[in-house]
């Protein structure tokens, strides 16, 4: 039960958070952080326990996002019920797809993963209507409003912070849990050498499978929570290949395998990338984007394995040196 301790203790500091704060833009910023360490944590389910790199994980992010508002818009779908349907699809099409590119190694299987978000796009892009539904095209989908809890629809940002974080906090028990049982030293070692792992009785192919849908799932999931938020899917951005490259970053920023070190990537980079489009966005087109690539560069050359361990490492260290046990002869 240890284990979970850390998550009540920042879901806690987290929810007290928005208290007083009455600045929407503060708020959005506390929401994007979270929404964008859950988006990481989904993606480490799959890339940092089993070592396969996806940068297709914007398909199934989006796929929630267009099923949950296609469900609420024309049948008039509850978004809290939508999400699950649509993340159960985008988790099941994610098996379908993973089955045989799993039998391809390294770079390969990153490149279909790659394809399957390309062809997600086009056929989203190139279709306003899919099978007599309204997908919006290139235009993008708008989400009618009506407001309401059942509808997800809310005036202010409050509820919806309350929402992500409550999502955010399941999806790092889950992945705590996984870390800690049995299924997640299958990953490890599946992620360390899957032949050695197949020849000591892992069904590899099986525990692939089942990381690939319960990362499907919850970023589908995610992608529902996204819809229901702005209002508006636009699939430049959730299609594109930057957006799932920025979620995979994230990962590795913080700590690939380790169950808190997407949330470190996230807590770290979002903030910077909002205030370096705030503060700098309008004195040079691109700057912002060309300095937050610049801390990627410098972050991963001198820390490949990611923050995670340093940071925790320092903190342990000054804890210590606080806290710590001090000489007798300096404690007379």
Same mark, same amino acid.
């Given at each position: 039960?240890?284990?979970?301790?850390?998550?009540?203790?920042?879901?806690?500091?987290?929810?007290?958070?928005?208290?007083? *704060?009455?600045?929407?833009?503060?708020?959005?910023?506390?929401?994007?952080?979270?929404?964008?360490?859950?988006?990481?944590?989904?993606?480490?389910?799959?890339? #940092?326990? %089993?070592?396969?790199?996806?940068?297709?994980?914007?398909?199934?992010? @989006?796929?929630?996002?267009?099923?949950?508002?296609?469900?609420?818009?024309?049948?008039? *779908?509850?978004?809290?019920?939508?999400?699950?349907?649509?993340?159960?699809?985008?988790?099941?099409? !994610?098996?379908?797809? $993973?089955?045989?590119?799993?039998?391809?190694?390294?770079?390969?299987?990153?490149? $279909?993963?790659?394809?399957?978000?390309?062809?997600?796009?086009?056929?989203? *892009?190139?279709?306003?209507?899919?099978?007599?539904?309204?997908? #919006? /095209?290139?235009?993008?989908?708008?989400?009618?409003?009506?407001?309401?809890?059942?509808?997800?629809?809310?005036?202010?940002?409050?509820?919806?912070?309350?929402?992500?974080?409550?999502?955010? @906090?399941?999806?790092?028990?889950?992945?705590?849990?996984?870390?800690? $049982?049995?299924?997640?030293?299958?990953?490890?070692?599946?992620?360390?050498?899957?032949?050695?792992?197949?020849?000591?009785?892992?069904?590899?192919?099986?525990?692939?499978?089942?990381?690939?849908?319960?990362?499907?799932?919850?970023?589908?999931? /995610? /992608?529902?929570?996204?819809?229901?938020?702005?209002?508006?899917?636009?699939?430049?951005?959730?299609? #594109?290949?930057?957006?799932? %490259?920025?979620?995979?970053?994230?990962?590795?920023?913080?700590?690939? &395998? =380790?169950?808190?070190?997407?949330?470190?990537?996230?807590?770290?980079?979002?903030?910077? !990338? =909002?205030?370096?489009?705030?503060?700098?966005?309008?004195?040079?087109?691109?700057?912002? !984007?060309?300095?937050?690539?610049?801390?990627?560069?410098?972050?991963?050359?001198?820390?490949?394995?990611?923050?995670?361990?340093?940071?925790? $490492?320092?903190?342990?260290?000054? *804890?210590?040196?606080?806290? &710590?046990?001090?000489?007798? =002869? =300096?404690?007379?």
């Amino acid at each position: 039960m240890k284990k979970y301790y850390p998550i009540f203790i920042v879901a806690g500091i987290l929810a007290l958070l928005p208290i007083g *704060v009455r600045n929407n833009y503060a708020v959005h910023v506390l929401i994007m952080v979270i929404l964008n360490a859950y988006y990481a944590v989904s993606w480490n389910i799959l890339g #940092g326990f %089993t070592g396969h790199f996806s940068l297709g994980n914007g398909a199934y992010i @989006a796929l929630g996002g267009y099923l949950t508002a296609v469900m609420y818009n024309m049948f008039n *779908v509850s978004p809290w019920i939508g999400m699950i349907i649509s993340a159960l699809i985008a988790g099941g099409l !994610s098996i379908l797809l $993973s089955y045989p590119c799993f039998k391809l190694r390294g770079s390969y299987y990153t490149l $279909s993963t790659m394809a399957f978000l390309y062809i997600i796009n086009v056929i989203i *892009v190139s279709n306003p209507k899919i099978f007599g539904l309204e997908f #919006g /095209g290139s235009k993008g989908l708008n989400i009618r409003w009506q407001g309401g809890f059942s509808r997800m629809q809310f005036v202010s940002k409050i509820p919806y912070f309350y929402i992500i974080l409550v999502m955010f @906090a399941i999806v790092m028990f889950v992945t705590t849990y996984i870390k800690n $049982s049995k299924t997640g030293f299958y990953y490890a070692a599946i992620c360390t050498n899957q032949e050695a792992a197949a020849s000591l009785g892992v069904p590899v192919l099986k525990y692939k499978l089942r990381a690939q849908f319960t990362s499907a799932f919850f970023s589908a999931l /995610g /992608g529902g929570f996204y819809a229901m938020f702005f209002m508006f899917l636009e699939p430049t951005r959730l299609l #594109g290949f930057a957006f799932s %490259t920025e979620i995979m970053l994230l990962a590795v920023i913080g700590g690939i &395998g =380790e169950v808190w070190g997407p949330v470190l990537g996230a807590f770290i980079m979002v903030p910077v !990338s =909002e205030y370096l489009r705030g503060a700098l966005a309008t004195k040079l087109n691109g700057l912002p !984007s060309a300095i937050y690539g610049l801390v990627l560069m410098l972050v991963i050359y001198f820390l490949p394995s990611g923050l995670f361990r340093p940071v925790t $490492s320092w903190v342990k260290e000054r *804890v210590k040196a606080v806290f &710590g046990k001090k000489p007798a =002869e =300096e404690r007379c």
